[in-house]
C-alpha cells in the first residue's frame, strides 16, 4: 500500500485541473496524497456548503486550519499565480507553522515566470513539472536543489533555506 500524505496545494483558480493531475501522477509514483486546498466555483469564488460567499476573514481561518493540518505545502507555480494575494498569504502562513514549501512549476511554462513574492522569500525547493517524480522523495524529506522551468539546475536566484531546531 501506498504511503497517505496530507499536503496543501496553493495555485491560482485557473489551475484547479494541474492539482488534481498533480495528485494522480504522485499516486502514480505510489505516495497517494489528500489535498486540504480551499474549494472554488468556476469563478474562483470560495463559497460555503449554502452556496453563500463566504468573507476574507473566514476565508483566513479557514486556510490557517488546513494549512496546519497538511505536512507539506506545494505551490503550483504559473504565468498568474505571483498576482494572487491568497496564493502569497498562504505560503506566509506556512512559514509561520514551520512547513516545508515545494513550489512546482505548472506544466506548459515556457519561460520562467515571476515567483510570488512569499515564495522568493520562505521557498524550500523548486522543480519543474517534469521532475514530480522528485516530488515523492521531497515529501518524504528528501532534498532536492531548485530548478528552472525546464528543470534543469537553477545557479542563481531562489536558494533553499536551512531550518534548525532549537530545543
Known amino acids: 500500500m501506498a504511503d497517505l500524505h496530507n499536503v496543501f496545494i496553493s495555485h491560482y483558480s485557473g489551475d484547479v485541473q494541474r492539482t488534481r493531475e498533480l495528485q494522480e501522477r504522485l499516486a502514480a509514483n505510489g505516495c497517494t496524497v489528500r489535498n486540504s ?40 507555480i504559473g504565468e498568474h499565480t505571483h498576482e494572487r494575494a491568497w496564493v502569497n498569504y498562504e505560503i506566509e502562513q506556512a512559514n509561520k507553522m514551520g512547513k ?22 520562505y521557498g524550500n525547493t523548486l522543480i519543474g513539472w517534469n521532475s514530480l517524480d522528485k516530488l515523492s522523495d521531497i515529501i518524504n524529506g528528501g532534498n532536492v536543489p531548485f530548478e528552472n522551468f525546464e528543470g534543469s539546475p537553477a545557479t542563481a536566484g531562489s536558494y533553499p533555506m536551512i531550518y534548525i531546531k532549537c530545543d
Open 100 to 121: 516545508r514549501i515545494v513550489g512546482i512549476y505548472n506544466y506548459g511554462c515556457k519561460e520562467k515566470v515571476p515567483l510570488p513574492g512569499a515564495f522568493e522569500k
Open 37 to 76: 486546498a480551499a474549494k472554488e466555483d468556476e469563478g474562483g469564488i470560495i463559497r460555503n456548503k449554502k452556496g453563500k460567499l463566504v468573507s476574507d476573514a473566514v476565508i483566513a481561518r479557514y486556510l490557517k486550519m488546513r494549512i496546519n493540518w497538511a505536512g507539506t505545502f506545494i505551490v503550483i
